[in-house]
């Protein structure tokens, strides 16, 4: 059964950070891997899809590797600003074709 | 290009009540996926309709029913309702069925049951 843990729960960083959230997954045998924000009581904005045949994909200040070898992808996101606090989900989506998520990360950027 | 839509925005039930919510998917899209999203948690697949036929289901009761249209537009049905299934209901679209499509979200459903 596959399950997606994202660590840490919680980050709290002073405006101007490089900052990496981490997202690890146990079933290697993903189609894609996706990273979403959620601002409070809001939907999902997906940032960044990575196919399993990739490495890595940037959008502006957003970087997402992934390592399907070792079950890991990160979000590396650079000079971090007050207007990226929310919550950061990563899914994988398996041969089922539904996204299996995990619980989150809550950046906080303070100014 | 319109995306995602849900309705209503928030919803106010009572335990035993049923309800039903509303997804349209975005412009070229036919296929529809529901998630339930408790607070705090990451969200749970309910089912995925590919072409008005469900194609694929979560861990959830069969009190939990869905519909998909000719134009690929969606509704989640929940009878019997219990406390349990107050959460955020997300309603996610892609181009196709396959693996490889990028799901697209909508604004989501609050339902809240008393």
């Known amino acids: 059964k596959q399950e997606v843990t994202q660590i840490p729960a919680a980050l709290s960083v002073p405006e101007g950070e490089n900052l990496v959230l981490n997202c690890s997954f146990t079933?290697?045998?993903?189609?894609?891997l996706q990273w979403f924000r959620q601002d409070p009581g809001k939907g999902l904005t997906s940032l960044l899809l990575?196919?399993?045949?990739?490495r890595e994909q940037t959008s502006g200040r957003l970087n997402a590797s992934l390592d399907k070898s070792s079950g890991r992808s990160t979000l590396y996101i650079a000079a971090s600003q007050p207007g990226d606090s929310a919550t950061y989900l990563c899914?994988?989506?398996?041969?089922?074709?539904?996204?299996?998520f995990g619980q989150g990360t809550t950046l906080q950027v303070k100014p | 290009e319109t995306g995602v839509t849900q309705s209503p925005t928030h919803l106010i039930k009572t335990r035993g009540q049923q309800v039903t919510l509303r997804c349209s998917s975005q412009?070229?899209?036919?296929?529809v996926s529901w998630y339930q999203q408790a607070l705090g948690q990451g969200p749970q697949f309910i089912f995925q309709?590919?072409?008005?036929?469900?194609?694929g289901r979560g861990n959830f009761p069969p009190r939990f029913s869905g519909l998909q249209f000719p134009n690929y537009s969606s509704e989640l049905n929940v009878n019997a309702l219990e406390l349990d299934d107050s959460a955020l209901y997300l309603c996610?679209?892609?181009?196709?069925?396959?693996?490889?499509?990028?799901?697209?979200f909508g604004p989501g459903t609050r339902l809240t049951v008393l």
């Open positions: 996610a679209s892609s181009p196709t069925s396959t693996r490889n499509n990028e799901q697209f």
């Open positions: 079933d290697s045998a993903i189609y894609n």
């Open positions: 990575i196919q399993s045949s990739q």
């Open positions: 899914a994988v989506s398996g041969n089922t074709g539904k996204l299996i």
């Open positions: 412009s070229g899209h036919n296929t």
């Open positions: 309709y590919y072409r008005e036929e469900e194609n």
